[in-house]
């Protein structure tokens, strides 16, 4: 489960349980109501599907949300290199170095004489975050 304070707009999520979109649908964040509660459940987001002709936004609780895993395939959509174990994508100068147990980078700005760790992420979204403070496009194409 995400925490509505680690959600901006625009980002991309999938869905983990079943709403009024299918288990395993890719969104992207529309609202976010982080105030709204309801026993365990807290904050409230609405949703548009990314691979859908419906371009309406549905409101789930955020226990149904997680992150879409960075997977080398969806790097290379969205023009990263891979290079000596690391991952570059050159006119941003973002690097991201897979962590030793494969379950994310660690992600980075500069070049091979500055480098400057961010943090270790493992799900699209904290890749648009980065991304965005850099002040560069968040879009990204989800297969």
Known sequence: MIKPEDLR??????????????????????????????????????????????????????????????????????GFDMKDDSVVYAKRKVGLKPLPDNKGYEAGIGNSIFYLKIGDIQYVHELQHILWVLGYDTELKIK
């Open 9 to 78: 707009i625009g980002d991309l999520v999938m869905i983990s349980h079943g709403c009024m979109f299918p288990k395993g649908t890719m969104c992207a964040v529309t609202e976010i109501h982080p105030d709204k509660e309801f026993g365990y459940k807290k904050g409230v987001v609405s949703l548009s599907a990314i691979n859908d002709n419906d371009d309406r936004s549905w409101g789930t609780w955020l226990c149904n949300v997680d992150g879409i895993p960075i997977t080398p395939e969806i790097l290379k959509n969205n």
